[in-house]
């Protein structure tokens, strides 16, 4: 292990003055220079003991960021992990900066640092986090208190084990001798991480030895100094004839013994001075049934003193023994040279001319022997990297370096560049070689690698759009360019609506499809110079640039509303995809990137409250509304928890209103300051964050309960309707939780009714089918909810095994106003009826509405013309009160009818 610095840090040069002594701080500055490399070598010194001790290396890493710290007079220094994954892993933290133990929000410094310091040729350090724009310092900046700091790669033999950083609370600048310190501290650790898992590795292959030898395509013969055979392989038993057991714990069979190898063996036992046998000899063996045959064979002592035993491993070579001479001839001239060579080898005389290539230089760089000899390597060498590889090579040539390493670009023979690591040996004075040593291996991989993982720094994966790092960045610049040119700019937030349904419905594998053609549209409808990005899921942003127009932008806006408006066709399925769009403008809603996002966001979800598909401008006043919805977002997420969610229960009658036949459920939340929130202020917020799932769980046990309890107050059987929203529906195991949720309650299924709305319904037609049949399987009604306001056709009701169509409030309010409505309403119910289905119309709230719906053979109604919904504790004395009058109520006056008729035929 190499621990020294002495090829890295220039030397101390003092001042030659005219004055007989230089000025007290001269000297006092070079003092405390000579007095830092003595600490930093020191301390190289002490950490390459404690490597070669063979400390653990997870400690070692500890033990080198305590001494980075001490030594060099920082607050913090840690060492972070490059997985061959590319993940970003910290090992060891040491500092004085208390901060760093209270923080696990690091992750992205520690990625963004580490991904740019693995790339960057040589150390990386920064004077003042302040101005720092290649890699993200915010966070250490801000929380921290990181003002400078520097980095430097953990380089190991199979490649870079990850980085070492220090950070320093001051401005500072760090000195060529310091980050000298700091590589050898990473070599350091480099090479221990190394051994630990070329330790590792020899301690897994020790395990297998045994199952090595057995399986081994060579006789595997073990021996003591006594001559007893310890081990007689399977292989063994095939060459010479005879089995283990007849061998095993006797002395070695002199009759399979040819002359050749019994001295040989004799000369070990005996501990003679006949040549000791190195590597693979060939010899001669003789079978048991007295044949001679040419043998390979190589011997191998273990342990010291009266433990050591002799192994030898022989293979029959009768097949291959003319190849295998003139084999050996090649091997013995170039014998040196390949106990010296990586992947690829190569001689290049004082000149810097080819005079020998090995023989993988045909399959690593397409050339073979004839093409490169007597041609100059600096020839294949790329333009920008000649200057340096000429005064490397010529440095070895005169002697000045003894070897040289450099990764460079090599004309492959296809025409195309390749990256190879080199390293050259100045061995020009040994007889037996006479050239320049070039040992080399194809590294193109790796540097594709590292290009792929800068682009994973900043791209998105899924879309190939800049990632919000990268989206930021440009922000950044383009907010510099808008001041320099006195000129606007906006920033977009786009949002798909319902993209969670996709999700839940069709699997996250549809929705990433989805996402990717989405991500394609919005290219084709922008500019070149606007940015298009994935901040998250399916959040989306667009730097436009170039333009102060506000008409322009929200131009933009509707061309890319309309982009989407076309179906998406993913995997057999029909996507309709629409989007919610928020924009600010640089500098009226914000002069920095948080500030325009911010404001972006708080428009995007102003348009989702307005009815989503749409694009609005940030105003101010949306500041506010974003913070009241982040507030209610909050309560919402503590509402189950705390028992504020109720259910009221509003009564449905038959058509005479003599008789109620059922009662819809429907959840309030009894919020503690605002009071009672009516589901259309919380429901959506809960589909968008997720809450609808246990919201609606919570709705159908208390239901459950409900019926459980009026069944034992002696009440007689309600049906009770129970809203379904998309989210629950979508679930594939949502008929299993209903069917655990009655068993544990004990309730009849024939008393639930399930109320979907139509969207919900037609949003995937197999799915829909499925999870109808499933709870019809289990006994529970199914109605159409909002019947008419969505996007579904009249054929759905004959497809579907539903129960009952429900008319949604809008229809039942106009019936006696609107001539159309009335005649939809009409054949609505017609049709219902002629597919047996029963109908209920919502929201009926005068007597007009009444006797038109009776008139026209509504089956059942609901509305504040008969009941407003009623909470849990007031049901059963209603129950018991409609029980007592039922048949005795008026209905609607003929004349009323006779009106309703008379004022249809005039129209």
């Given at each position: 292990m190499d621990a020294t610095m002495s090829d890295v840090p220039a030397p101390i040069r003092l001042l030659v003055r005219t004055s007989s002594a230089p000025p007290p701080d001269e000297l006092e500055y070079l003092r405390g220079e000579i007095e830092a490399r003595n600490r930093q070598e020191t301390a190289v010194a002490e950490l390459g003991q404690a490597a070669l001790t063979g400390v653990d290396p997870m400690i070692l890493l500890g033990q080198a960021c305590a001494l980075v710290e001490i030594t060099l007079g920082v607050e913090h220094a840690r060492v972070l992990e490059i997985s061959a994954a590319g993940l970003v892993v910290l090992r060891s933290s040491i500092g004085s900066n208390a901060t760093f133990l209270q923080c696990d929000h690091d992750c992205q410094e520690n990625e963004s640092i580490a991904s740019y310091v693995s790339v960057a040729a040589a150390p990386v350090t920064f004077g003042d986090s302040q101005d720092e724009t290649r890699f993200q310092t915010a966070h250490l900046r801000s929380f921290h208190g990181v003002r400078a700091g520097a980095g430097v790669v953990i380089p190991a033999a199979s490649g870079i084990f990850g980085v070492l950083v220090?950070?320093?609370?001051?401005?500072?600048?760090?000195?060529?001798?310091?980050?000298?310190?700091?590589?050898?501290?990473?070599?350091?650790?480099?090479?221990?991480?190394?051994?630990?898992?070329?330790?590792?590795?020899?301690?897994?292959?020790?395990?297998?030895?045994?199952?090595?030898?057995?399986?081994?395509?060579?006789?595997?013969?073990?021996?003591?100094?006594?001559?007893?055979?310890?081990?007689?392989?399977?292989?063994?038993?095939?060459?010479?004839?005879?089995?283990?057991?007849?061998?095993?714990?006797?002395?070695?069979?002199?009759?399979?013994?040819?002359?050749?190898?019994?001295?040989?063996?004799?000369?070990?036992?005996?501990?003679?001075a006949a040549p000791r046998v190195e590597g693979r000899i060939e010899t001669t063996g003789r079978r048991l049934n007295g044949e001679l045959f040419p043998i390979e064979m190589a011997i191998e002592s273990v342990g010291t003193g009266n433990d050591q035993t002799f192994t030898a491993f022989l293979r029959d070579i009768s097949e291959r023994k003319q190849a295998q001479f003139a084999l050996e001839t090649r091997e013995q001239l170039f014998r040196a040279l390949v106990e010296k060579s990586w992947s690829g080898v190569a001689l290049l005389d004082a000149d810097l001319a080819f005079t020998y290539a090995g023989a993988c230089t045909e399959r690593l760089l397409g050339y073979n022997e004839e093409n490169l000899l007597g041609t100059s390597f600096l020839a294949y060498v790329h333009p920008s990297e000649q200057t340096r590889m000429r005064k490397a090579l010529q440095g070895l040539a005169t002697g000045t370096l003894r070897e040289s390493q450099a990764e460079l670009r090599f004309l492959h023979k296809n025409g195309t560049w390749i990256w190879i690591?080199?390293?050259?040996?100045?061995?020009?004075?040994?007889?037996?070689?006479?050239?320049?040593?070039?040992?080399?291996?194809?590294?193109?991989?790796?540097?594709?690698?590292?290009?792929?993982?800068?682009?994973?720094?900043?791209?998105?994966?899924?879309?190939?759009?800049?990632?919000?790092?990268?989206?930021?960045?440009?922000?950044?610049?383009?907010?510099?360019?808008?001041?320099?040119?006195?000129?606007?700019?906006?920033?977009?937030?786009?949002?798909?609506?319902?993209?969670?349904?996709?999700?839940?419905?069709?699997?996250?594998?549809?929705?990433?499809?989805?996402?990717?053609?989405?991500?394609?549209?919005?290219?084709?409808?922008?500019?070149?110079?606007?940015?298009?990005?994935?901040?998250?899921?399916?959040?989306?942003?667009?730097?436009?640039?170039?333009?102060?127009?506000?008409?322009?932008?929200?131009?933009?806006?509707?061309?890319?509303?309309?982009?989407?408006?076309?179906?998406?066709?993913?995997?057999?399925?029909?996507?309709?995809?629409?989007?919610?769009?928020?924009?600010?403008?640089?500098?009226?809603?914000?002069d920095d990137v948080e500030m325009l996002l911010k404001s972006a966001d708080s428009a995007m979800y102003r348009a989702k409250e307005l009815g989503r598909n749409q694009a609005q401008m940030f105003t101010a006043s949306m500041n506010d509304r974003y913070g009241r919805r982040l507030a209610l977002e909050q309560s919402l997420h503590h509402a189950l928890e705390r028992d504020e969610l109720v259910v009221h229960y509003?009564?449905?009658?038959?058509?005479?209103?003599?008789?109620?036949?059922?009662?819809?459920?429907?959840?309030?939340?009894?919020?503690?300051?605002?009071?009672?929130?009516?589901?259309g202020d919380f429901i959506g917020l809960a589909e968008e964050t997720g809450l609808i799932i246990p919201i609606g769980e919570f709705v159908l046990q208390r239901v459950c309960r409900d019926l459980r309890a009026w069944r034992q107050a002696?009440?007689?059987?309600?049906?009770?309707?129970?809203?379904?929203?998309?989210?629950?529906?979508?679930?594939?195991?949502?008929?299993?939780?209903?069917?655990?949720?009655?068993?544990?309650?004990?309730?009849?299924?024939?008393?639930?009714?399930?109320?979907?709305?139509?969207?919900?319904?037609?949003?995937?037609?197999?799915?829909?089918?499925?999870?109808?049949?499933?709870?019809?399987?289990?006994?529970?009604?199914?109605?159409?909810?909002?019947?008419?306001?969505?996007?579904?056709?009249?054929?759905?009701?004959?497809?579907?095994?539903?129960?009952?169509?429900k008319i949604d409030r809008v229809f039942t309010r106009d019936v006696t106003t609107d001539e159309s409505t009335a005649a939809i309403v009409s054949y609505?119910?017609?049709?219902?009826?002629?597919?047996?289905?029963?109908?209920?119309?919502?929201?009926?709230?005068?007597?007009?509405q009444w006797a038109f719906l009776k008139l026209n053979a509504c089956d059942q109604m609901q509305g504040f013309h008969f009941s407003r919904p009623l909470p849990q504790d007031e049901v059963e004395s209603f129950i018991r009160t409609e029980l007592r009058d039922s048949g005795s109520r008026e209905t609607p006056r003929l004349l009323s009818s006779a009106r309703l008729l008379e004022q249809q035929a005039s129209g």
């Open positions: 220090t950070y320093s609370s001051r401005p500072r600048t760090f000195r060529d001798y310091e980050l000298a310190f700091l590589k050898s501290t990473a070599s350091l650790l480099g090479e221990a991480v190394e051994r630990a898992h070329t330790e590792e590795a020899l301690r897994k292959s020790e395990s297998r030895l045994k199952q090595l030898i057995t399986s081994s395509l060579d006789a595997v013969i073990s021996i003591d100094l006594r001559g007893i055979v310890i081990e007689w392989n399977p292989q063994a038993e095939w060459i010479f004839g005879l089995a283990a057991r007849d061998v095993v714990g006797h002395p070695l069979p002199r009759e399979v013994l040819a002359p050749p190898m019994s001295e040989i063996f004799d000369a070990i036992l005996l501990n003679t690591e080199a390293f050259s040996q100045n061995m020009l004075q040994d007889q037996s070689v006479g050239s320049i040593v070039l040992n080399y291996q194809d590294v193109t991989e790796r540097k594709t690698t590292e290009k792929r993982l800068e682009y994973q720094a900043y791209y998105d994966a899924l879309t190939g759009l800049p990632n919000r790092l990268l989206f930021r960045d440009r922000v950044n610049h383009a907010i510099t360019q808008a001041r320099r040119d006195d000129r606007g700019m906006a920033v977009m937030y786009l949002d798909l609506d319902h993209f969670k349904l996709v999700n839940d419905g069709l699997g996250h594998s549809l929705g990433d499809a989805l996402l990717t053609e989405v991500a394609k549209r919005l290219q084709t409808g922008a500019h070149a110079s606007d940015t298009i990005a994935r901040l998250s899921g399916d959040e989306f942003t667009i730097l436009v640039t170039g333009t102060t127009s506000g008409e322009d932008i929200a131009s933009m806006a509707r061309q890319i509303l309309q982009s989407l408006a076309h179906p998406f066709s993913i995997q057999g399925h029909e996507l309709y995809v629409t989007a919610s769009i928020g924009i600010s403008v640089f500098p009226s809603d914000g509003q009564p449905i009658f038959n058509r005479t209103r003599t008789r109620m036949v059922s009662m819809e459920a429907l959840v309030r939340w009894n919020h503690p300051t605002r009071g009672m929130v009516q589901p002696g009440l007689p059987p309600v049906r009770i309707g129970v809203n379904i929203s998309a989210p629950q529906f979508q679930q594939l195991s949502f008929a299993r939780v209903v069917a655990g949720i009655i068993e544990e309650y004990d309730c009849d299924p024939a008393m639930l009714e399930f109320e979907i709305t139509e969207t919900v319904a037609v949003q995937n037609i197999e799915t829909t089918m499925n999870a109808m049949r499933d709870l019809k399987d289990i006994g529970i009604r199914i109605a159409i909810d909002d019947f008419g306001t969505g996007q579904s056709s009249l054929v759905y009701l004959k497809r579907f095994p539903i129960d009952t169509v609505v119910i017609k049709l219902a009826h002629t597919l047996g289905l029963s109908v209920i119309a919502e929201g009926v709230e005068t007597d007009e």
